[in-house]
């Protein structure tokens, strides 16, 4: 529109006369279609017709023009120093009046490539589970003429694939879409998008920009097993482990055993896409019995797998039949060392009836008789 404003107001009419007669029947036309220029540049156009007699062939435009060249059906004009995207009008006047048109741009490409815009890869969840499908979406701005302008996608160095943009006005962001399907190989792998203008059919250069690089990262889950008992038996010692596979990146996993609420500390070993939780368990004397519910989690990349398995945890009782039979033997074992003592005891009386004076009760008098001494036991103490 700013273009519009600042050409005359003559030209305006006729301009908005030119257009509503485009579209008829080309006899009237312009060359080169949609040229590009690099700023500054010059640009030879030839407006013809194929009517007999033409009464006037013109080049409407904003830009600077010289005639430098004619025929009879044609004229070919210079324009210099094109510094915008400029408009250009062929008309011819035929008999009857009647003026037939054909229009075109100059496309003056500087503004996109030497424009700070950016080409832009849309952000994508930080992770992709493997197998699934996910877009990758690039959106660019500029990139004129859009016809020439293709967008590819890279993984790393490699280009993955490419589309053409779709052709909106270059003024817009132009989005291409990329349909990938997750694998371990991309993982830990830059992305990028890059936008290329290919004007080397038009004697110009292959203009490329490049989105900001973006890390994948990738990953696969599976479900965890449980390797346990299905019983506790209280004071005794048992192993419980909880192991999974199909897990991918193995270092980014995170582990957890729990046992009727309370957290374990396993022993953690890493394989590859593989990870098990071993764990010694031993219910305390004087844990009720029941049901204790162990828990394992595996949490990787904002997920979590959970598998539990409820265990019965119970007291051993030991088997009455043994309990009797020690009891009577302990019953026995002490009857027959009651019997023998009994014996022994009276052996020794009978002994002592034999010679009840050898120890007479005078000679072990002094041996009893407390001493005098600050650390001796006090009289009334031994008594
Ligand atoms: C455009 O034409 C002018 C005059 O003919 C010349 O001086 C200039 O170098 C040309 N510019 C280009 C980019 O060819
Ligand atoms: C201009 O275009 C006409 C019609 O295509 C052609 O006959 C003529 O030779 C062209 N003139 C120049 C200088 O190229
Ligand atoms: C070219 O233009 C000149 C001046 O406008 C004119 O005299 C001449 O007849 C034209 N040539 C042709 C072939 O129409
Ligand atoms: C080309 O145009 C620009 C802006 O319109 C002007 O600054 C510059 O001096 C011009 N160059 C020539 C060689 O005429
Ligand atoms: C992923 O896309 C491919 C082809 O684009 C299709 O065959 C496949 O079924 C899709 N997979 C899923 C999980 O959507
Ligand atoms: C650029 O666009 C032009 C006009 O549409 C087309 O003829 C040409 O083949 C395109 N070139 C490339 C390299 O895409
Ligand atoms: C990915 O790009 C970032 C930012 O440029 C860089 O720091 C990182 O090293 C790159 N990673 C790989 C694997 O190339
Ligand atoms: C997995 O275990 C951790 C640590 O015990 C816990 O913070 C997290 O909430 C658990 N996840 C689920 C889904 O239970
Ligand atoms: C374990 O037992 C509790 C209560 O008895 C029950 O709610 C839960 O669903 C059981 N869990 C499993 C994995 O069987």
Redesign the pocket.
């Known amino acids: 529109m700013a273009l519009l404003k600042a050409w005359p107001k003559s030209s305006l009419n006729l301009l908005v006369f030119a257009v509503m007669l485009s579209g008829a029947p080309g006899i009237t036309w312009i060359e080169p279609l949609?040229p590009v220029i690099t700023p500054g540049g010059n640009l030879s156009v030839n407006c013809s017709t194929d009517c007999d007699q033409p009464q006037f062939i013109g080049l409407e435009t904003q830009l600077v023009k010289t005639q430098v060249d004619n025929g009879t059906r044609w004229k070919v004009f210079l324009l210099r120093n094109i510094t915008q995207d400029s408009l250009l009008y062929c008309f011819a006047n035929c008999f009857e009046n009647t003026q037939m048109t054909h229009s075109t741009t100059v496309t003056v490409i500087r503004e996109y490539f030497e424009s700070p815009e950016p080409v832009n890869l849309e952000p994508l969840p930080r992770w992709i589970l493997m197998g699934q499908n996910f877009s990758l979406r690039c959106q660019v701005w500029g990139g004129k003429?859009r016809?020439?302008l293709t967008m590819a996608l890279f993984r790393g160095p490699q280009e993955l694939s490419r589309q053409a943009v779709s052709e909106q006005g270059p003024g817009k962001a132009a989005e291409v879409t990329f349909t990938a399907t997750a694998s371990r190989e991309d993982h830990g792998v830059n992305f990028s998008c890059r936008a290329e203008l290919?004007?080397?059919?038009?004697g110009l250069g292959l203009y490329q920009k490049s989105s900001a690089p973006m890390e994948l990262h990738t990953f696969a889950l599976g479900t965890p097993r449980l390797i346990v008992p299905k019983h506790l038996e209280v004071g005794k010692k048992e192993t419980v482990s909880c192991e999974i596979d199909k897990l991918f990146p193995v270092e980014n996993a995170q582990i957890h055993l729990s046992l009727g609420g309370r957290s374990l500390s396993p022993t953690v070993v890493r394989g590859q896409d593989m990870l098990r939780a071993t764990a010694i368990v031993i219910i305390a004397e004087g844990e009720k019995e029941g049901q204790r519910e162990l828990t394992c989690n595996v949490t990787l990349a904002d997920h979590d797998r959970e598998v539990q398995e409820n265990l019965t945890v119970y007291k051993s009782r030991r088997d009455p039949v043994p309990i009797v039979m020690g009891v009577l033997l302990a019953l026995g074992l002490a009857a027959m060392a009651g019997a023998i003592a009994t014996l022994c005891l009276w052996q020794n009386l009978r002994k002592g009836s034999y010679q009840p004076q050898t120890l007479p009760l005078q000679d072990r008098t002094p041996m009893e008789t407390p001493e005098t001494g600050p650390k001796g036991p006090s009289p009334v103490a031994s008594a």
């Open positions: 949609d003429p016809q020439n290919d004007l080397r059919a038009r």
